[in-house]
């Protein structure tokens, strides 16, 4: 079967960085997603990662193994308002969203 | 650019009744839209994907005539939930794309919808 995993919760100071981290076992790989969705909101697209490596983009960097199935979203300095829960969805071979079931982030102060 | 809406934001309706949520591409033409439902600390679960002019294609265990989808438009496509119960309450999200696959999908509002 298809599955995303990744951690439920996570708890970071603000000003720090928090990596979360994404797993995956897919049918077919069209590339990985990261989604930040705040509470009662639909998601907002944050990065897309095909081929291996770091993709940044300001605060936010998403960083993607293949071979190992595994990605992760690095946040730095962290504001109040990343508080939110974030999604990790791989895009399978049918070019279908397969989803993870998000973590969520609490930023302290 | 991409914009995406949905209506109603929100809505209560009482069991047996049926609602229907609009999703609205804005500024693009969508081929293809998609529906998804969150429960309370899950991940989205697709629903079912549609084509504009053609049948929704709804996933394994989504009942088709429960959720009734209509994709009349590359603008436009509704989502009736028919005959709802308590356990319909949810969070329903429509997203939409420019093209066939998934890929760069552009995320409504989301509808809050609570059946008493």
């Known amino acids: 079967g298809q599955n995303i995993d990744q951690p439920t919760e996570m708890t970071a100071t603000e000003g720090a960085i928090v990596q979360i981290n994404c797993t995956y076992q897919?049918?077919?790989?069209?590339?990985l997603f990261w989604y930040q969705q705040h509470a009662g909101e639909a998601p907002t697209f944050l990065s897309y990662n095909v081929l291996d490596g770091l993709e940044e983009k300001g605060r936010f960097s998403s960083f993607l193994s293949r071979s190992k199935g595994y990605s992760y979203l690095l946040l730095k300095e962290l504001q109040m308002k990343d508080s939110a829960s974030y999604l990790c969805?791989?895009?399978?071979?049918?070019?279908?969203?397969?989803w993870g079931a998000g973590t969520k982030l609490i930023i302290k102060p | 650019g991409a914009v995406v809406s949905q209506h109603p934001s929100w809505v209560i309706c009482k069991s047996g009744t049926s609602v229907k949520i609009e999703c609205r591409s804005l500024?693009?033409?969508?081929?293809?839209m998609f529906w998804y439902r969150q429960f309370p600390k899950q991940s989205l679960m697709l629903m079912a994907t549609s084509n504009e002019g053609s049948k929704a294609t709804y996933e394994q265990g989504v009942e088709k005539d429960k959720f009734l989808i209509n994709h009349a438009s590359l603008t436009l496509s509704t989502l009736t939930v028919t005959s709802a119960h308590p356990e319909d309450s949810s969070f329903y999200i429509c997203s939409a794309s420019e093209n066939d696959h998934s890929y760069e999908q552009y995320f409504g509002p989301g509808t809050r919808l609570t059946v008493t």
């Open positions: 500024d693009f033409q969508a081929t293809t």
């Open positions: 897919t049918s077919g790989f069209n590339g």
């Open positions: 969805a791989v895009m399978d071979s049918n070019y279908q969203l397969i």
